[in-house]
């Protein structure tokens, strides 16, 4: 049941309507918008309250037909915003990155990740102390003492941490150490730790089960929520399904489902999702595209070397690409950048920041140039060959990639160069093939 009140309703009024809820055993959950004040009402036997509406400064009651009541829109028709640490996911807060390695095995190794992250734009440290795994065998992750080490990251970095509690006994160390307290897939139906994590001070991330139904996930988060813990991220990390081509089948459906059903923040993890590092920045672009409010990425200094989940683990090159991509989707869709222009070194030795950008703006008028002057050129071959011949000498545009390739030695890799070149001889070749398309239906239209 959820009880509305009207606009302008005093505290004494809201205050009234909870005693009335609480003197019958239920329980009422407090919700204050930017225009009104809901107030949830749990429990059994509801009829008892079914009087709410006509106490003073209510407007109406609503019977909520979901079996989750506190998850529901109808209890909080604004989208919620949670607090992690400096940190703010959901309505609007823009697409939130939280990356770092699946398990914390090192102090080298986390830090050196940390740091790269934190340079690439992600906002929260991700890093497991304690990996429930499938066979005893595997690396369980060193427990404590990467608590510590997330902690001492964080200080670090001034990156808020999230990291995964697997028993309710955990919570209080966690409390002191992490800022995002992660119930996993396997523990989405742990109703003891989900209600231990509902009394906590710090907010919590729900993954999805991995066979769960998004009704079950979001009773699994009214449990945390009905214990008294109002900030909630659910997180779609795969579900087990037939498919056997990637580790999980990750339901980029359930993001618009899900912002339909509940006012809590979503995130998707696409290195669990799928288990192959090639699939997550296809997957995480897809992600932000269908409107999810983060992204839970997995980054390691070394993937091959890692002691869990390596095939699934960035490089840091590969993250650096995924969040250029990313920040390019953002200013696509929104027309804004990911984040604000940083300011100029303060020593730099009379060549400041505005200056190094000029040369390179006035660089980059000499290669739209050079390219035009180039495509030009590439057209008069066009002629010269005749508009029937297709012109594609493959020998000679090998050799134009070769020579690239060995260009003067500078921070681009003769990958990187042949890379561009590829690049311009594609564009070239689309030139002519819209001149040649053009001379045809002039010559077929000559002869009409």
């Avoid at 902690?151 to 941490?161: D, F, N």
């Amino acid at each position: 049941m959820i009880v509305v009140m009207r606009p302008g309703a005093t505290r004494e009024q809201i205050a009234q309507v909870r005693h009335a809820v609480e003197e019958h055993g239920l329980d009422a959950f407090v919700s204050e918008g930017e225009e009104r004040t809901v107030i949830g009402v749990v429990g059994t036997d509801l009829e008892q309250v079914a009087h709410l509406g006509t106490l003073e400064g209510v407007e109406q009651v609503v019977r909520i037909t979901q079996p989750y009541k506190l998850a529901s829109v109808e209890h909080h028709h604004e989208r919620t915003r949670v607090r992690v640490g400096d940190v703010s996911v959901g309505n609007g807060g823009g697409l939130v990155m939280m990356a770092g390695p699946c398990a914390v095995e090192s102090r080298d190794q986390l830090l050196q990740t940390a740091h790269w992250v934190q340079r690439e734009g992600a906002r929260i440290l991700r890093g497991g102390a304690f990996k429930p795994r499938s066979s005893p065998y595997s690396f369980q992750g060193l427990g404590m003492p990467a608590l510590e080490l997330l902690s001492e990251a964080r200080a670090e970095t001034g990156l808020p941490v999230v990291s995964e509690v697997v028993d309710a006994s955990q919570v209080q160390a966690f409390d002191e150490h992490v800022d995002l307290l992660q119930v996993g897939a396997r523990n989405m139906h742990n109703f003891v730790l989900l209600r231990a994590v509902g009394q906590s001070r710090k907010p919590a991330l729900l993954k999805r089960g991995l066979s769960a139904t998004i009704d079950e996930w979001l009773l699994a988060a009214e449990y945390v929520l009905s214990s008294g813990n109002p900030n909630v991220i659910l997180c779609e990390r795969g579900i087990r399904t037939f498919e056997t081509a990637t580790r999980n089948t990750l339901d980029l459906s359930a993001v618009p489902v899900l912002r339909g059903q509940t006012h809590l923040p979503i995130v998707v993890d696409p290195s669990h999702g799928t288990g192959q590092r090639s699939l997550v920045g296809p997957m995480a672009l897809g992600a932000a595209a269908v409107g999810a409010d983060g992204l839970l990425i997995e980054v390691h200094p070394d993937p091959p070397n890692a002691k869990s989940d390596g095939d699934q683990s960035l490089s840091f090159a590969e993250f650096g690409d995924l969040m250029d991509e990313l920040r390019r989707l953002q200013f696509v869709r929104d027309g804004t950048h990911a984040e604000a222009a940083q300011p100029a070194p303060a020593n730099s030795g009379g060549r400041d920041l505005t200056a190094l950008r000029e040369q390179i703006d006035g660089l980059d008028e000499r290669l739209a140039a050079l390219l035009q002057e180039r495509a030009i050129l590439a057209l008069q071959v066009q002629r010269i060959r005749g508009l029937d011949s297709h012109g594609h000498d493959v020998a000679r545009e090998r050799e134009l990639l070769e020579r690239a390739a060995r260009g003067e030695a500078g921070p681009l890799t003769p990958e990187e160069l042949t890379t561009v070149f590829s690049a311009v001889v594609r564009v070239s070749r689309a030139a002519q093939r819209r001149q040649a398309s053009t001379g045809v239906a002039n010559g077929i239209e000559g002869r009409a």
